[in-house]
């Protein structure tokens, strides 16, 4: 797997998850968005970042281990692998298969990954330890808290395959990006071209913006006709002169 350039990371973190949607979209990805989805701690950041795969099942009282007995908690535990196997600037992906009934993880095992660089931890179910991981300097999202026990009715089986996140295809190695309004998920081999491409948008519409606000009609301006574009590319250039 070729590796991403640190500059498309950086462009993909600094543009909205909605011009990265739209981007996708007109390429035809028509939901690449997880609805849903959102962050404990909106002020935590924008992040970008490589998916790293996990993914759950219901949990059932002949596989897992006595659940009166925490101390055990540690064997037999792929949970606690991926934690352990993920690396600095990866995304932390969880199939919980949309069921927040029980935590995909709590404040322990968010402090661990925020200490070891992790990028960001995404669930498609519960987080539980909320109001620690709330105020955590780390982008955490999911659908839900919960204080229930992730082995009341999840088992984690697998890593670093496929996974459904949000009824979104989440393949390890795809690109994530999340912002204070969610997260998408961009397929690795255009992560590249969206990067550019979206950059380019957000300064177009920060241009746009400045005619709506100042009163202009939709029509001819969003999206923009010729002579606005002829507006916005001496606008452009003034920018770069200075």
């Not at 949970?79 to 934690?83: G, N, P």
């Given at each position: 797997?070729?590796?991403?350039a640190?500059?498309?990371?950086?462009?993909?973190?600094?543009?909205?998850t909605?011009?990265?949607?739209?981007?996708?979209?007109k390429?035809?990805y028509?939901?690449?968005f997880?609805?849903?989805?959102?962050?404990?701690n909106?002020?935590?950041?924008?992040?970008?970042?490589?998916?790293f795969?996990?993914?759950?099942?219901?949990?059932?009282?002949?596989?897992?281990?006595?659940?009166?007995?925490l101390?055990?908690?540690?064997?037999?535990?792929m949970?606690?692998?991926?934690?352990e196997?993920?690396?600095?600037?990866?995304?932390l992906?969880i199939?919980s298969?949309?069921?927040?009934?029980?935590?995909?993880?709590g404040?322990?095992?968010?402090?661990?990954?925020?200490?070891?660089?992790?990028?960001?931890?995404?669930?498609?179910?519960a987080?539980r330890d909320g109001?620690?991981?709330?105020?955590m300097?780390?982008?955490?999202?999911c659908?839900?808290?919960?204080?229930?026990?992730?082995?009341?009715?999840h088992?984690?089986?697998?890593?670093?395959?496929p996974?459904?996140?949000?009824?979104?295809?989440?393949?390890?190695?795809?690109?994530?990006?999340?912002?204070?309004?969610?997260v998408?998920?961009?397929p690795?081999?255009?992560?590249?071209?969206v990067?550019?491409?979206?950059h380019?948008?957000?300064l177009?519409?920060?241009?746009l913006?400045?005619?709506?606000?100042a009163?202009?009609?939709?029509?001819?301006?969003?999206?923009p006709?010729?002579a606005?574009?002829?507006e916005y590319?001496?606008?452009r250039?003034r920018?770069a002169?200075?």
């Open positions: 797997m070729a590796p991403i640190s500059q498309t990371l950086e462009k993909l973190k600094a543009c909205s909605a011009t990265l949607t739209t981007q996708l979209f390429r035809n028509r939901q690449q997880l609805v849903g989805i959102t962050p404990l909106p002020s935590a950041g924008a992040f970008a970042g490589e998916a795969t996990l993914r759950f099942i219901p949990s059932r009282e002949d596989k897992d281990w006595d659940l009166s007995d101390r055990k908690r540690g064997e037999d535990n949970q606690w692998e991926a934690v196997a993920i690396g600095a600037g990866q995304v992906m199939d298969r949309n069921d927040p009934r029980a935590a995909s993880a404040n322990m095992l968010m402090t661990r990954m925020m200490r070891k660089g992790v990028a960001a931890a995404i669930t498609d179910g987080f109001t620690e991981i709330s105020k300097a780390f982008p955490a999202y659908r839900a808290n919960t204080a229930s026990t992730r082995p009341a009715y088992r984690a089986v697998d890593m670093q395959l996974i459904g996140c949000a009824d979104v295809a989440v393949y390890p190695g795809d690109i994530i990006v999340g912002d204070s309004d969610g998408v998920v961009i690795r081999a255009i992560a590249e071209e990067a550019e491409e979206s380019e948008q957000e177009r519409e920060r241009f913006f400045t005619k709506i606000d009163g202009a009609p939709l029509w001819g301006t969003y999206p006709n010729e606005t574009l002829k590319a001496e606008w250039a920018r002169a200075e």
